[in-house]
């Protein structure tokens, strides 16, 4: 192996080598905003958590707002490849209804990734600015995800064109998020399976 190749081989190595200790401390830092809130998150106390130094957490990402840009990131990425594959072939209300389930039904509702998203949504109502738009982000992304397909539904002609696709994208995110919320707070007083099938019959019930 000549000395290029050897270089290239060992550089390879050193992305991967970064790549996986920063997914180990994106990682560390949604359980620990799952299990101790957002006040609980600290550069030292992931960089512990993920098994590191205290300080290469700060190595990596610099401050505490780009982590949770980072954390935000991974989740949403999560989603996007999920909700792709759950509302494959699925248009308008059909795919609508396919979120729903999917929103409600996996296997992760109520999962640490949930509890991180819900941590964050509530430190934004008092934390700073950085938190705040980091959050809306998150809930234009999803906002913006139903909206496409209430669009499509009315281009379908599966519901009234006179649909206001924005504020009913905004009231069912609303009611997926509220429902879950409730669900991680008192599991034994919310069952998801019937909110999911509850919320599918309604838009249903708009269909013409």
Same mark, same amino acid.
């Not at 550089?11 to 359980?31: L, N």
């Not at 990402?61 to 072939?89: M, P």
């Not at 308008?92 to 819900?118: C, H, I, P, Q, W």
């Given at each position: 192996?000549?000395?290029?190749?050897?270089?290239?081989?060992?550089? %390879?190595?050193? /992305?991967?080598? &970064?790549?996986?200790?920063?997914?180990?401390?994106?990682?560390?830092?949604?359980?620990?905003?799952?299990? &101790? @809130?957002?006040?609980?998150?600290?550069? @030292? $106390? /992931?960089? !512990?958590?993920?098994?590191?130094? %205290?300080?290469?957490?700060?190595?990596?990402?610099?401050?505490?707002?780009? +982590? !949770? %840009?980072?954390?935000?990131?991974?989740?949403?990425?999560?989603?996007?490849?999920?909700?792709?594959? /759950?509302?494959?072939?699925?248009? @308008?209300?059909? @795919?609508?209804?396919?979120?729903?389930?999917?929103?409600?039904?996996?296997?992760?509702?109520?999962?640490?990734?949930?509890?991180?998203?819900?941590?964050? +949504?509530?430190?934004?109502?008092?934390?700073?600015?950085?938190?705040?738009? !980091?959050?809306?982000?998150? !809930?234009?992304?999803?906002?913006?995800?139903?909206?496409?397909?209430?669009?499509?539904?009315?281009? =379908?002609?599966?519901?009234?064109?006179?649909?206001?696709?924005? $504020?009913?994208?905004?009231?069912?995110?609303?009611?997926?998020?509220?429902?879950?919320?409730?669900?991680? /707070?008192?599991?034994?007083?919310?069952?998801?399976?019937?909110?999911? %099938?509850? =919320?599918?019959?309604?838009?249903?019930?708009?269909?013409?």
């Amino acid at each position: 192996m000549n000395s290029a190749i050897r270089a290239s081989s060992l550089r %390879r190595t050193q /992305v991967e080598r &970064k790549d996986d200790s920063e997914q180990k401390m994106i990682d560390a830092a949604i359980r620990l905003i799952a299990k &101790k @809130g957002m006040e609980g998150l600290t550069l @030292g $106390a /992931v960089g !512990i958590e993920a098994g590191y130094s %205290r300080g290469l957490p700060s190595h990596h990402f610099g401050t505490k707002a780009e +982590l !949770i %840009r980072a954390v935000a990131r991974t989740i949403k990425n999560k989603n996007f490849k999920d909700l792709a594959s /759950v509302t494959e072939g699925a248009l @308008g209300l059909d @795919g609508l209804k396919k979120l729903v389930a999917y929103y409600f039904e996996r296997d992760s509702a109520g999962s640490d990734n949930s509890k991180t998203v819900m941590a964050l +949504l509530c430190a934004s109502l008092h934390d700073d600015f950085e938190t705040a738009e !980091i959050t809306r982000e998150h !809930i234009a992304y999803w906002c913006g995800r139903i909206q496409l397909l209430y669009e499509e539904a009315i281009s =379908l002609g599966q519901v009234n064109s006179e649909l206001d696709v924005s $504020a009913q994208a905004a009231l069912l995110f609303g009611t997926l998020r509220g429902t879950l919320l409730q669900f991680m /707070v008192a599991p034994n007083q919310v069952s998801l399976v019937e909110a999911s %099938r509850a =919320l599918q019959f309604n838009l249903d019930s708009i269909r013409l």
